[in-house]
T-cell receptor, first 115, second 115 residues
Framework: GDSVTQMEGPVTLSEEACLTINCTYTATGYPSLFWYVQYPGEGLQLLLK?????DKGSNKGFEATYRKETTSFHLEKGSVQVSDSAVYFC??????????????FGKGTKLTVNP | DAGVIQSPRHEVTEMGQEVTLRCKPISGHDYLFWYRQTMMRGLELLIYFNNNVPIDDSGMPEDRFSAKMPNASFSTLKIQPSEPRDSAVYFC?????????????FGSGTRLTVV
């Protein structure tokens, strides 16, 4: 079945450092890919998405590119801020290929950014 | 739109008591999902509904858990009797099958503590 693998956390960075959180997936065809962010004490929020190969999703300075050849969707940011401290979840869905509405989530990666 | 609304935000109950968690999805969304989040297991899908009908309840841990959706604007997740291992954050999420798909919108969650 479909699955998502994220890099293990936690990740601790200093402010203004570069961030990469790796995400790879296993699925048939061309699933839609998502990054969600969960700030402390809150629910998950959609951060960005991509629906086809080579698409780049971007939001709040974060970017991720849908790489079909490597089945990856790594999250990147050039300069992190303390306010980026959160848990980040990679997810996929095959809804656009007639699959179910279910999102398959990775286990999450906790990011802490220190001043 | 006020988003997905969950109540209560926090619930502390004694082992053996009945607990009811509530969720109001976004108006017009036809899918509703219940998730449980713990440190050990991460994010687990418990059950989801389409047009108020349960579609997949394979994630419901045992018969002590039940979920209903009597109408398009309200769902409950009930645990009876509750046990300490049910302590977790429970999230409700909703989505629409129409138009561009942006994944789910999550509520802020209910933190359940069973003592």
């Amino acid at each position: 079945g479909d699955s998502v693998t994220q890099m293990e956390g936690p990740v601790t960075l200093s402010e203004e450092a570069c961030l990469t959180i790796n995400c790879t997936y296993t699925a048939t065809g061309y699933p839609s890919l998502f990054w969600y962010v969960q700030y402390p004490g809150e629910g998950l929020q959609l951060l960005l998405k991509a629906t086809k190969a080579d698409d780049k999703g971007s939001n709040k300075g974060f970017e991720a590119t849908y790489r079909k050849e490597t089945t990856s969707f790594h999250l990147e940011k050039g300069s992190v801020q303390v306010s980026d401290s959160a848990v980040y979840f990679c997810a996929l869905s095959d809804r656009n290929q007639g699959g179910s509405e279910k999102l398959v989530f990775g286990k999450g990666t906790k990011l802490t950014v220190n001043p | 739109d006020a988003g997905v609304i969950q109540s209560p935000r926090h619930e502390v109950t004694e082992m053996g008591q009945e607990v009811t968690l509530r969720c109001k999805p976004i108006s017009g969304h036809d899918y509703l999902f219940w998730y449980r989040q713990t440190m050990m297991r991460g994010l687990e899908l418990l059950i989801y509904f389409n047009n108020n009908v349960p579609i997949d309840d394979s994630g419901m841990p045992e018969d002590r858990f039940s979920a209903k959706m009597p109408n398009a604007s309200f769902s409950t997740l009930k645990i009876q009797p509750s046990e300490p291992r049910d302590s977790a954050v429970y999230f409700c999420a909703s989505s629409s099958s129409l138009g561009d798909w942006y994944g789910y919108t999550f509520g802020s969650g209910t933190r359940l503590t069973v003592v």
